[in-house]
T-cell receptor, first 114, second 112 residues
């Protein structure tokens, strides 16, 4: 049972344009959401997070939007740069419990064309 | 650099063998998590330790075990290795349970 879904395996955008990466979740206990970026042969790098009490969080070129009623979040990258080309993982956790393991989606490969 | 270190970077071993993967968390982080990433799978949670105590287990096989030592470093022990255990193993740490986790570079295990 996949509780965090990234349904599009890949996305290609032109440099300077907006990249929108989508993520859906099914577990209503999730209350903290994160995006990670991963280059080949490296560990995931934390990008941005959002708590369920917010619907938007912004950090530089990265903005995460959360729609709790739809159980959907998205990561917007504006403007996209070639160095953003990587695999992006959406993750979620239920922080109320003693264990806040992260449940990951399978990732989206973003390619930014120069 | 996340501040989380993992050794070794690569490990090649034969079926039936036992290996130990090591992780040092970021300075000050009390929580250590282990994840496995196989070829067609996303990151799968294995086990969580907080300040030396096991907090939760995920999809961890009985052949696998872990511990966190008083200096907070952690080891993941994999025994009776099978071909299907070939994967990337990541360690992550966080200062608080529930805060963002920072990942090490991973150990690539190949079982032949």
């Amino acid at each position: 049972d996949q509780q965090v879904k990234q349904n599009s395996p890949s996305l290609s955008v032109q440099e300077g344009r907006i990249s929108i990466l989508n993520c859906d979740y099914t577990n209503s206990m999730f209350d903290y959401f994160l995006w990670y970026k991963k280059y080949p042969a490296e560990g995931p790098t934390f990008l941005i997070s959002i708590s369920s009490i917010k619907d938007k969080n912004e950090d530089g070129r990265f903005t995460v939007f959360l729609n709790k009623s739809a159980k959907h979040l998205s990561l917007h990258i504006v403007p996209s740069q070639p160095g953003d080309s990587a695999v992006y993982f959406c993750a979620a956790s239920a922080r109320g419990g003693a264990n806040s393991k992260l449940t990951f989606g399978k990732g989206i490969t973003l390619s930014v064309r120069p | 650099d996340s501040g989380v270190t993992q050794t070794p970077k690569h490990l090649i071993t034969a079926t039936g063998q036992r290996v130990t993967l090591r992780c040092s968390p970021r300075s000050g982080d009390l929580s250590v998590y282990w994840y496995q990433q196989s070829l067609d799978q996303g990151l799968q949670f294995l086990i969580h330790y907080y300040n030396g105590e096991e907090r939760a287990k995920g999809n961890i096989l009985e052949r696998f075990s872990a511990q966190q030592f008083p200096d907070l470093h952690s080891e993941l022990n994999l025994s009776s290795l099978e071909l299907g255990d070939s994967a990337l193993y990541f360690c992550a740490s966080s200062v608080l349970t529930g805060s963002e986790q920072y990942f090490g570079p991973g150990t690539r295990l190949t079982v032949t």
